[in-house]
């Protein structure tokens, strides 16, 4: 089985004429959780926005090559890309509808469901996302009402709805107690038997929690990249040390 989903090859990225991200080479894993970390302002979230190239839509400019599934991301229509690579942001987005509504606008819109398929797979994302139990009784409530985690879970799902290959998760647990962070946590170890999932966290004990491979960046480029295990407990270079340590370990 080909094990890389993902891979960026001398990938920069330039808003006007700042350089953001510099020569990036990287590989994810498929069926893993890769894990991004580093200082704010490094460029974790441009680097997860190049992938599906809303980075463009920012005013980014994209040069080298990105390659899913073999396939060189530029050849891929915009529309199947951001099917297959779905981005979850550090603010949860739920669409001003019901809960159900939010889980089933996708499959609707692309209209080649019928409505037995739409129901189970509503019920699916939902225990998927942990969210069953707490929401089953008011499905038809609106979503805005829910707390931040269960809105948090709800954008997940809706993420998953369209089934894409590749999850990207920008932070989503900064916001979040204990209880909803763990919930995630749990999920995102389900999910990556079926997806790949690519997340940015600044809590380390997180990353050293799910991570299976880590990329440590700083000031654009890649510092470090490795096993999660190897990395926490025997990292090579000064500046990982130095952000381990820093980090509280
Ligand atoms: N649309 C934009 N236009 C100009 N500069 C931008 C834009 N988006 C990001 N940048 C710059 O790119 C750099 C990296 O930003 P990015 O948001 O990727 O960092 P980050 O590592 O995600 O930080 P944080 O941990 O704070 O979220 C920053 O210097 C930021 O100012
Ligand atoms: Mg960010």
């Given at each position: 089985?080909?094990k890389?989903?993902l ?8 808003f ?16 893993e ?9 490094c ?5 997860l ?29 915009l529309q ?10 550090q603010?949860?987005v739920?669409?001003?509808f019901?809960?159900e509504k ?8 692309h209209?080649?469901?019928?409505e037995e398929t ?8 939902l225990?998927?996302?942990?969210l069953y139990d707490?929401?089953?009784?008011h ?6 009402k829910?707390s ?8 997940i799902a809706?993420c998953?709805s369209?089934?894409?290959k590749?999850?990207?998760l ?6 979040l107690?204990?209880k ?9 170890m389900?999910l990556k038997k ?7 966290t600044h809590?380390?004990a997180q990353a ?6 880590v990329?440590f960046?700083d000031?654009?480029?890649?510092v470090?990249?490795g096993?999660?295990?190897e990395?926490?407990e ?16």
């Amino acid at each position: 089985m080909e094990k890389t989903i993902l891979s960026v090859n001398n990938l920069n990225v330039t808003f006007g004429k700042k350089k953001i991200l510099k020569n990036i080479n990287l590989e994810i894993n498929k069926n893993e959780i890769t894990v991004i970390i580093g200082q704010s302002g490094c460029g974790k979230s441009t680097l997860l926005k190049s992938f599906n190239r809303i980075v463009e839509e920012e005013g980014g400019k994209i040069e080298g090559n990105i390659m899913i599934e073999g396939e060189d991301f530029n050849n891929i229509p915009l529309q199947s890309l951001r099917n297959k690579i779905g981005l979850v942001f550090q603010n949860p987005v739920v669409f001003p509808f019901s809960i159900e509504k939010n889980l089933t606008y996708a499959l609707e819109y692309h209209n080649k469901y019928d409505e037995e398929t739409i129901g189970k797979r509503k019920i699916e994302l939902l225990k998927q996302t942990k969210l069953y139990d707490e929401v089953k009784d008011h499905l038809h409530m609106f979503a805005g009402k829910l707390s931040g985690g269960q809105k948090q879970r709800l954008s997940i799902a809706r993420c998953l709805s369209v089934s894409p290959k590749i999850i990207l998760l920008d932070e989503p647990c900064s916001a979040l107690d204990v209880k909803n962070t763990m919930f995630i946590e749990e999920m995102l170890m389900e999910l990556k038997k079926e997806y790949t999932i690519v997340i940015v966290t600044h809590n380390l004990a997180q990353a050293k929690r799910i991570g299976d491979n880590v990329i440590f960046m700083d000031d654009g480029k890649i510092v470090e990249e490795g096993r999660s295990k190897e990395f926490f407990e025997c990292p090579k270079e000064n500046l990982s040390k130095e952000y381990i340590k820093y980090m509280g370990n």
